[in-house]
């Protein structure tokens, strides 16, 4: 992949809050460089890559957790579904600086947690209809 390509396609994929349109005129742009079909395939699975693992330092899960968070077993859910230590969990769910920036979830991580909770939810909407029956 030329080195061009490659640094748009970093580029959209370091600013998540870029807005649809300018993410799309960046892609158009990377995509109107490569010369090939094969080159156009290489970049597309850059990009979904390079998104995956993107940092979302624009979205405050501890916020959207609201008071969730409260009866919520962190400690499980980081060992659980991201086979981390809590501690994990906690610094990107307060923003902890590690390494000198802001900890935050990667799409895939943002991902993993909303599978996990839902699946949690499942578990304990079945236990309260067992319960009751």
Request: glycine letters at 4%; a positive charge; zero cysteines.
């Amino acid at each position: 992949m030329k080195p061009e390509i490659k640094a748009i396609i970093d580029r959209i994929a370091a600013s998540p809050t870029l807005s649809a349109t300018e993410t799309d005129a960046l892609m158009k742009e990377a995509f109107a460089m490569a010369s090939s079909l094969e080159d156009r395939r290489e970049a597309g699975d850059y990009l979904r890559k390079a998104i995956s693992r993107r940092k979302r330092p624009d979205i405050d899960v501890k916020v959207i957790m609201g008071e969730a968070s409260e009866f919520l077993n962190l400690s499980y859910i980081a060992k659980r579904f991201f086979n981390k230590d809590r501690t994990w969990l906690y610094q990107r769910l307060n923003r902890s600086i590690v390494n000198g920036k802001p900890a935050a979830f990667s799409e895939t991580e943002l991902k993993i947690f909303s599978d996990a909770l839902h699946k949690m939810g499942v578990v304990i909407q079945q236990t309260s209809i067992n319960l009751s029956h």
